[in-house]
């Protein structure tokens, strides 16, 4: 950003030489006066600009720290290939390593031919 080389007090300590045929300086103040006016609230636009800027930049950097913390505390999920029926399969898979013949041996079918009175 380029520095600025006027303070509204050089603005308004200006002093014009007098011409013949010069300006008239009742308006040259006036207009002046405009201007330090102007400025006067573009240096505090300035100012306020750079000290909302600093914050907002804190802010970031204070974001970003809490997100690189919260990534190393999160746990890892399977990816997103993973579905319910792989899961099913995994865990069936498990218990035929697990339990062996005893699953292959027992008979955990219902007969519904069978007529039962209640």
Do not use: C, W
Not at 1 to 21: C, G, H, P
Not at 26 to 32: G, T
Not at 51 to 73: G, H, P, Y
Request: net charge neutral.
């Amino acid at each position: 950003m380029a520095e600025k080389n006027l303070t509204a007090k050089d603005i308004l300590q200006k002093e014009f030489s007098k011409a013949v045929r010069g300006y008239n300086s009742a308006e040259v103040d006036e207009y002046l006066d405009s201007i330090i006016r102007d400025y006067d609230s573009y240096q505090k636009d300035v100012a306020y600009l750079k000290n909302e800027n600093e914050r907002l930049i804190a802010k970031v950097d204070e974001l970003s720290k809490q997100l690189a913390i919260a990534k190393k505390t999160v746990p890892t999920t399977p990816g997103n290939g993973v579905t319910n029926f792989d899961i099913l399969k995994r865990l069936s898979n498990l218990e035929k390593h697990v339990f062996g013949s005893k699953i292959e041996n027992t008979d955990n079918t219902i007969d519904y031919s069978k007529k039962t009175k209640f």
